[in-house]
Each structure stands twice: as C-alpha cells, then as structure tokens.
C-alpha cells in the first residue's frame, strides 16, 4: 500500500487522484477500524493511518474516509478554536478545495459557500488566481493552501487576495515552508523537474518559503498572526488527530 500510494501521487494531480480513489479507501477502511487514531472532521477513529508523500512517505497520515491529512486536520481544529467560521454568517471563497471539506461546508446554514480553481473538477467557478473574478471586497473569508508555490506571481496572487477581501475579513492562506530556512528558495532558471522536486520538495512547485513567508503576506497588506496551534493542544490529542507538530498557521486579516 505504502509503495502504490507513493507511486500514485507522484504521476496523478491529487484532485484526480482523490476522485478515483476515494471509493477504494471508503470500503478498505472497513478494516482499519480501531481507536488509535481519530479523524476530527468525521469523528471516524482506526487502528492506523495510511502512509503519503511522494518522496518520503509520512505514516500515518492520511484518513481514508474523509480523505484528510495532517494539515487538514490542523486547520478543521484552528476553523473550531480560533475563528467563527461556525458561528457567523460569511460569504466564503475556497479556493483549490479540498476534498475532506467540500460537503461539510456546502451544508452548512451559515455559509455562502463559493469554490474556485483553475483546474479542479469541484470548483465552482473555474479561474486563475492573478485575477480572480469578483468585485473589490467581496468575501469575509477567503481559505487557498498550497497552491501558492505552484504560481507565477505569488505577490500579485496575495494582492488579489486582499483586494477581494472585505475590511475586517480573514484568511489562511498554507503553504510547504521549510522551517529550517529563513529565506524562500527560488530560481526561475531551475524548470528541470527533478532538480525542482529535490530543491522544492515537488516537480511542480516553483518555490519553497521559507520563514519569511510571513513577512511576505504583510508586505501585501495583511495583518498576520502566526500560530503554532499543536503547542497548545494536548499532547494525547496531538496524536491521536496525527497532527503535524511543526506547522504554523498564518493567519490573515484584513484591517479596515
């Protein structure tokens, strides 16, 4: 399982890849049931974990049910303890959504729920990020991970980010960052996908931040706060979640 999941991801883009897989996993997760690890979206708990990464697999990482990562479940819990993105009524731009949580957000009351990408067979609205297709100020919340280290202009897509943003408005906007780096790795002379996924971590990223990528959001107008939300989980939970231990959440507001 560990060597096709890794084989799989490396040649089918992850959006295809969930759509044909997620029917597999559903019915292979009938026998992964146990309670060493709980998916916190679906509240579905396993004995394990299925590995993934396209270099170094990561065990225990994927929840088959839902189709969530570590990430994913970091975020669900920061949208819970941190956010009223439950609470209040928003209208709310997801972009390059993620499987785990398309039909969760899609029903809840509170949402005016617009997705939108490029590429993706469950976008709403099909569109390239340098010029996103909405009025000034048109959403309280905007979420788009890790899409920015696939982009040409990563300023002019933080720019189109706030511009659309309403004032007092928030967003998260993840991305891989290494965080033994201080300064975003970059060369627009490496287009060798090998020598791209070695130095980026994947054939098709153009970049790989570095912890500057905070001072990067400021510079385009956002007010960023930096959370290192599994340091103040309990350590039990942590695991149990399969967390990533390491990842900053930045988030992003628009002050008016």
């Not at 982009?151 to 720019?159: A, F, I």
């Amino acid at each position: 399982m560990k060597t096709i999941i890794s084989i799989a991801t490396r040649i089918i883009p992850r959006h295809y890849l969930q759509h044909v897989s997620h029917y597999f996993l559903t019915f292979f997760s009938l026998f992964m049931r146990g309670n060493n690890f709980e998916d916190p979206i679906n509240n579905r708990t396993y004995k394990f974990l299925l590995p993934y990464g396209r270099i170094n697999s990561r065990q225990n990482a994927l929840a088959p049910d839902s189709m969530s990562l570590e990430r994913h479940r970091l975020l669900w819990i920061f949208l819970k303890e941190k956010t009223n993105f439950f609470d209040s009524k928003l209208k709310f731009l997801h972009v390059a959504p993620e499987f785990c949580f398309i039909k969760i957000f899609k029903k809840m009351e509170n949402l005016e729920y617009i997705t939108g990408d490029l590429v993706s067979p469950w976008a709403d609205i099909k569109f390239d990020v340098h010029d996103i297709p909405f009025p000034d100020q048109s959403f309280d919340v905007i979420v788009c991970n890790h899409v920015l280290e696939h982009v040409k202009d990563y300023n002019k897509v933080m720019q189109e980010f706030h511009r659309v943003m309403k004032p007092n408005g928030w967003g998260i906007f993840q991305v891989p960052i290494d965080y033994n780096n201080e300064d975003t790795l970059e060369d627009e002379n490496i287009t060798e996908p090998k020598e791209r996924e070695k130095l980026y971590w994947q054939s098709d990223h153009l970049r790989l931040f570095g912890l500057d990528y905070a001072q990067k959001l400021r510079k385009n107008g956002f007010k960023v706060t930096e959370y290192n939300l599994t340091k103040e989980l309990n350590p039990d939970l942590v695991a149990r979640y399969a967390l990533p231990k390491d990842e900053i959440i930045y988030f992003c507001e628009k002050i008016s």
